[in-house]
């Protein structure tokens, strides 16, 4: 994120000004205003079907790995309203019982996210233009997740057995012994 320079207010060139808890924010002397550094708040959203999980691939991806569905929070919106837009707007599906799981932290990105696991009753997808591609998952094989990602964490959380598959397996799927687990298995 670009830092501020400017009062978004008056315009004038902000200063540093030491506040009470020792910390130092950016500083408006005209009109008295603080401006703190603040991540942008975002929704992951967690849509699952039975033993299915909903992943897309943006447009342009080059990387072979699949996402969560996801989006940022609009002025005056709650995160369970973006929720709910984001889902259907992404891939034309309603949702259900809707459960915050936590929250995330991406600094490269200065994200807030906010993490949700949501049902949903229909399986038909109608993708949104910004996706290249969106379908369900079965749960009871790896999903083709960066391991690393904010995703594959929100996918732990619910599914702590889960697994991911690296980008060399993720286009096929893998029916080994070792990967059936049943649904029940993965909430261990």
């Not at 603080?34 to 991540?39: D, E, N, S, Y």
């Not at 942008?40 to 033993?51: E, L, Y």
């Not at 906010?114 to 997808?125: D, L, M, R, Y």
């Not at 910004?130 to 904010?150: C, I, V």
């Amino acid at each position: 994120m670009k830092e501020r320079k400017y009062c978004t207010f008056c315009g004038k060139e902000l200063v540093l000004k030491t506040l009470y808890d020792g910390s130092q924010e950016k500083y408006c002397d005209d009109c008295d205003h603080v401006f703190f550094h603040t991540p942008s708040p975002c929704v992951i959203v967690m849509v699952t079907n039975s033993n299915k999980v909903l992943l897309a691939r943006g447009l342009g991806w080059k990387h072979p790995y699949w996402a969560l569905i996801s989006g940022h929070i609009r002025s005056g919106e709650t995160a369970e309203e973006t929720v709910v837009r984001e889902v259907y707007e992404e891939v034309s599906l309603e949702v259900s019982s809707l459960d915050f799981l936590r929250t995330y932290v991406l600094e490269v990105r200065d994200l807030l996210m906010v993490a949700f696991k949501v049902e949903t009753e229909g399986t038909s997808i109608k993708k949104s233009q910004e996706l290249e591609e969106a379908k369900w998952f079965d749960l009871y094989h790896p999903l083709p997740l960066r391991p690393e990602s904010t995703a594959a964490h929100v996918v732990k959380h619910v599914f702590p057995k889960m697994m991911c598959r690296g980008p060399e397996r993720a286009g096929k799927q893998m029916h080994s012994k070792e990967t059936m687990r049943t649904y029940f298995d993965l909430h261990k």
